[in-house]
């Protein structure tokens, strides 16, 4: 998560930006101004997101077109409202790295969630001054289903699901390369066997990619597939290819992910940690946890284990430092 702006009793009252940003960010467990305004935009956003999908209902359409639409507005003003201020404000993002306020701000119009932020409204925009003429361009409303991505935002799992792909872009590249490879190969081969018996599906390398693409996706439609002897063996074994084809990228999501909650927990257990270094946790450090374990997006039982464990190791060194050296053969006292 981004750093907050932090105030202490000494520093002066924070500013309007500095108080907005705080109210635009996800909230902090006793900040209830910032939580009202999130559980809204969650709101708002859910709700958005269920109106494009009952608009394409042709029925639903005719009798409440003009609701739809007036809630259209209404939604995009809200979001263009956010997506602005979201802009002014991100100069408290970095305000310790020292970056000026342009760069700060071009920094986070860059970024993943200020992307999606901006595509949430531009389809409205575009259709509404008529940029492209009087080409049709409805389906630029179904892009409007990337707003269930500003979701992301609130969710601290999303969020490390985010990292991985972005960790794991390379491997993930190298996935995606092998099994392009090997369906231009599958095709191929498919081509050879079956073009003069089917012609119509296997007639050329890019006719037979349906039936390569679907066969290595494990999908297999069934709507083409071979009948020579040559063509069936030839599939058999492109099918068993696609299995590993499939497993490949899932390997790689799951071990990516699986490192990023390690790496989660051991974050938390090194605060926790250094919480206990004086073998109590008071009020402020309690809450300080709490924040880190929702931003860390670790469960209440997962925490509380880590917690258990760093007790009970603080309460082991007392012990340990109370009795004296200890014989590490029979555990006995030392004179």
Not at 24 to 48: G, K, P, Q, W, Y
Not at 129 to 143: E, K, S, Y
Not at 204 to 222: E, H, N, Q, R
Not at 253 to 274: F, P, V
């Amino acid at each position: 998560m981004h750093g907050r702006v932090s105030t202490s009793v000494h520093e002066q009252p924070p500013t309007l930006r500095q108080h907005i940003f705080r109210m635009l960010e996800t909230a902090e467990e006793n900040d209830r101004m910032s939580r009202f305004v999130d559980l809204c935009l969650i709101a708002l956003i859910s709700a958005s997101v269920i109106a494009v999908i009952l608009e394409s209902m042709p029925s639903l359409e005719k009798r409440y077109g003009e609701e739809f639409s007036l809630f259209e507005i209404c939604t995009v003003a809200v979001f263009s409202v956010e997506y602005l201020l979201r802009i002014w404000t991100a100069v408290e993002y970095d305000a310790s790295k020292g970056l000026s306020p342009w760069q700060a701000r071009l920094r986070y119009m860059t970024s993943f969630h200020a992307i999606i932020d901006l595509l949430a409204i531009l389809p409205f925009y575009l259709l509404a001054f008529g940029v492209f003429g009087n080409v049709d361009m409805r389906f630029l409303r179904a892009v409007r289903l990337l707003r269930v991505l500003k979701l992301t935002r609130y969710s601290a799992a999303m969020n490390m699901l985010l990292i991985t792909f972005r960790e794991n872009g390379k491997a993930l590249a190298a996935a995606f390369l092998i099994l392009v490879t090997v369906m231009l190969m599958a095709a191929s081969g498919m081509y050879y066997f079956e073009r003069q018996v089917q012609p119509e599906d296997f007639g050329s390398i890019p006719a037979a990619m349906w039936w390569a693409f679907a066969t290595l996706t494990t999908v297999g439609y069934g709507d083409v597939t071979p009948i020579t002897n040559g063509g069936k063996v030839f599939g058999a074994l492109i099918t068993v290819v696609g299995i590993g084809m499939v497993a490949l990228p899932t390997s790689i999501l799951a071990t990516g992910y699986a490192q990023q909650l390690r790496l989660s927990t051991t974050t938390y257990k090194n605060r926790a940690d250094e919480a206990l270094d004086d073998g109590i946790i008071d009020e402020e450090e309690a809450r300080d946890l709490e924040e880190l374990r929702v931003d860390l997006g670790l469960g209440k039982h997962t925490a509380s284990q880590i917690l258990d464990a760093g007790m009970v190791r603080r309460a082991l060194q007392q012990d340990q430092a109370l009795a004296g050296p200890v014989c590490p053969h029979c555990h006995r006292e030392l004179d």
